[in-house]
C-alpha cells in the first residue's frame, strides 16, 4: 500500500476537537494526504483554517456541496473525505459525496435517525462507495485480541456482556457558559434526540457487538436527565437480550463525578470471562473458571500473529486512543487501495442506529421491553 489517499475534510475547522483528532489519526497511519476541505460554516474562520492546514485557496470550498461536485470533477480530486460536523449535517454531506463517487469516512453516530442511515446504505450499496464511521475503539490493538478469543471459543458460550461508558464533563450546565461542545451535544436540533446515548452510549453498545457478534435483539432502556432544563438524556441504563441465552447490561453517564473516559466491557462465558478497560487500554484480563487472572498484554505468548500489524510501538511502550484511531484510518486505506480492510461501515451505523431508537422507544414506552429492527 505504498500510495497515499488524495483526502479532504467536511467540518474540523482549526480550533475543533474531533476533527484534529481525525488528522492525528489519518496523519499517524501516514497514508492520507489533506487536499481539499470545507472546515466551517464561518467563511472567514473556513479560509483560515484552510490555509493554515496547508490547502490551496482553490480548494477550501464554502459548502460541502459546492466541494463534492467540484472535486468530482477533477482529475486529480479528492478519492476520499472525512465528515466531523455535528451531527445533524452528517446525513446530507455523506449523501453529496457519496452521490459524486467519492468514499467516505464518518464520525459517529452515522445520522441523526434510523431512516437516514439507512438511505444511506442504501446509496453505498447501489454505487460500490465505501462509507466507514468512526467507532476507534475497535481499531484497539487488544480489542482486537478479545474477539479473537471469543470467536475461538476461548471463552464457552457466552452467558453475560457488561459494557459501560462513564464520564463527568456534563456534571454541570456548561451548555449554558459557553461551552461550545457541550451546546451542540445537548441541542435535540443538532445531535439528535439521543443524548448521552447518542454520543457515548452507541459507542459502548458497538464495542459489544464488534466483540461478541451478536446484536440485541430488544432492549429495556432508562434515558435520564439529571441536569435541570436539559433537553437530552445525560445518564442512561439498558438491559439487553440478545437472545440464546445471551442478556447484558450498559450504562454510559456523561455526569459521573470522576470518572474522565471511563470505557470498560467485561463479558463473561461458560468457561472463562475477559474484560478491557480503555484507560488501561494495552492489557486483557482474561480467567478460566477455577484459575488464577491472567493478565494479557501485546507482549503476551500466544499475541496473534495476524494482529501484529495493529500494534505500532514495541511491547511496554502504551498505545491507546490516537493508535487505535489510526488503525481504522489504515484499514480504511486497506480497502481503498486493496479492496479490502477491517473497518467499521455503514452496516453496523445502522445496527447502532436501529440500537438507539429502540432505546428511546422503551424509554417513552415507560421502560418497557421493545425489540431492536433488523
Request: hydrophobic residues 45%.
Amino acid at each position: 500500500m505504498a500510495k497515499t489517499i488524495r483526502w479532504g475534510m467536511v467540518g474540523g475547522g482549526i480550533g475543533g476537537f474531533i476533527g484534529e483528532i481525525h488528522r492525528m489519526a489519518a496523519r499517524l497511519d501516514g497514508g492520507f494526504v489533506l487536499q481539499a476541505g470545507c472546515f466551517s460554516s464561518d467563511a472567514e474562520r473556513n479560509r483560515l483554517s484552510g490555509i493554515e492546514l496547508g490547502v490551496a485557496q482553490d480548494r477550501i470550498y464554502n459548502s460541502f456541496e459546492a466541494m463534492a461536485a467540484q472535486e468530482a470533477e477533477r482529475s486529480d480530486g479528492i478519492q476520499a473525505v472525512s465528515i466531523v460536523t455535528p451531527n445533524h449535517l452528517h446525513f446530507a454531506a455523506a449523501k453529496a459525496f457519496l452521490e459524486a463517487g467519492i468514499d467516505v469516512i464518518c464520525d459517529k453516530p452515522l445520522t441523526t435517525t434510523l431512516a437516514q442511515a439507512k438511505c444511506l446504505a442504501d446509496i453505498a450499496h447501489e454505487s460500490g462507495r465505501l462509507l466507514a464511521v468512526t467507532y476507534n475503539y475497535t481499531g484497539n490493538a487488544m480489542i482486537r485480541w478479545a474477539r479473537q478469543l471469543v470467536d475461538t471459543g476461548a471463552l464457552g458460550k457466552l452467558r453475560l456482556v457488561q459494557v459501560e461508558y462513564a464520564q463527568d464533563w456534563l456534571a454541570r450546565d456548561i451548555e449554558q457558559q459557553g461551552q461550545k461542545q457541550a451546546a451542540w451535544r445537548t441541542n435535540p436540533e443538532l445531535a439528535g434526540r439521543a443524548g448521552c446515548l447518542g454520543d457515548i452510549g452507541v459507542h459502548a453498545y458497538n464495542l459489544a457487538r464488534f466483540v461478541t457478534g451478536q446484536r440485541a435483539g430488544r432492549v429495556l432502556a432508562e434515558l435520564e436527565r439529571f441536569v435541570a432544563g436539559r433537553q437530552v438524556d445525560d445518564n442512561v441504563q439498558v438491559m439487553l437480550d440478545f437472545g440464546d441465552g445471551l442478556r447484558g447490561a450498559l450504562w454510559a453517564s456523561q455526569v459521573a463525578v470522576g470518572a474522565e473516559n471511563a470505557l470498560r466491557l467485561r463479558l463473561y462465558g461458560e468457561d472463562a470471562s475477559l474484560a478491557w478497560e480503555q484507560e488501561h487500554p494495552n492489557q486483557l484480563q482474561f480467567t478460566r473458571f477455577g484459575e488464577p487472572a491472567q493478565v494479557l498484554s501485546r507482549n503476551s505468548a500466544g499475541y496473534p500473529v495476524s494482529l501484529q500489524h495493529l500494534c505500532r510501538v514495541p511491547a511496554g511502550h502504551p498505545e491507546g486512543y490516537l493508535e487505535a484511531f489510526a488503525n481504522i484510518y489504515g484499514e480504511v486505506r486497506a480497502a481503498l487501495q486493496c479492496g479490502s480492510g477491517d473497518y467499521p461501515g455503514v452496516d453496523d451505523a445502522v445496527a447502532d442506529l436501529a440500537f438507539i431508537e429502540a432505546c428511546l422507544a422503551s424509554d417513552e414506552a415507560e421502560n418497557r421491553w421493545r425489540p431492536v429492527p433488523h
